[in-house]
C-alpha cells in the first residue's frame, strides 16, 4: 500500500507543473529577448541606411528625420519579460509599428531616385533590413507559441491546480495586430 501511495504521489508530482511551468516560462523569457534581439538589429541598420539615402536624396529631410524620431522612439520602448501585460506589450508595439512606417516612405523614397537604388551600399542595406524583417517575423511566431504552451500549462489542469496553489501565474498577453481592420480587407490595386 505504501508503495502505490508513494507511485501515485510521484506521478502527480511528475504531471503537477512544478517543473513544466517554471521551464515555460524560461522559454517564454527566452524567445521574449530573441524579438528584442532582431528589433534592435533593425535598429542598427536603420541610421547606415538612412546615411546612404541622405547622400542621394538631401530634399527628403522630413521623411530622414521621422525615421530617425521612429527609431528613437522604438528604441526607448522595452519590456522586462518579467513584467509583460497587455499595457506593455501595447506600448512595444505602437512603437514598433511607428517605425515600421517610416521605414516605408523611406523605401517609397528610395523608388524616386534609380541612382540610390542602384547603389550597393544601399541594395546590401535594404537586404540586411528586409532579412531582418523575416527574422522578426520568424521570432515572434516562436515567442507565440511559447506564450502559448505557457497559457495553456497555467490555465489548463492539472498543470493550472499547481500554478494556482503555489505559483499564481497568470496567462502573458499575445502580439496582437493593432489595425486588425485595415490588414483584413484586400489592398485596392489600381492602374
Known sequence: MKFLTLLMSLFLLASCGMQSIPTALNEVDATWA?????????????????????????????????????????????????????????????????????????????????????????????????????????????YIESIKSFNNLVTVPPTSWYNGIFLHHSKKPQFQVENLEQVQNAPEVKF
Do not use: C, W
Open 34 to 142: 530573441e524579438v528584442q534581439n532582431q528589433y534592435k538589429r533593425r535598429a542598427d541598420l536603420i541610421p547606415n541606411l538612412v546615411n546612404v539615402v541622405k547622400g542621394y536624396a538631401k530634399h527628403e529631410q522630413e521623411t530622414l528625420e521621422g525615421v530617425m524620431r521612429a527609431r528613437a522612439e522604438a528604441t526607448k520602448v522595452t519590456i522586462d519579460p518579467t513584467n509583460l501585460n497587455d499595457e506593455n506589450m501595447k506600448q512595444f508595439q505602437k512603437a514598433q509599428q511607428g517605425l515600421s512606417g517610416a521605414l516605408s516612405k523611406l523605401m517609397m523614397v528610395a523608388e524616386k531616385y534609380p541612382d540610390l537604388k542602384a547603389n550597393e551600399n544601399f541594395r546590401d542595406l535594404q537586404a540586411q533590413l528586409e532579412g531582418t524583417e523575416n527574422r522578426i517575423t520568424v521570432a515572434r511566431n516562436r
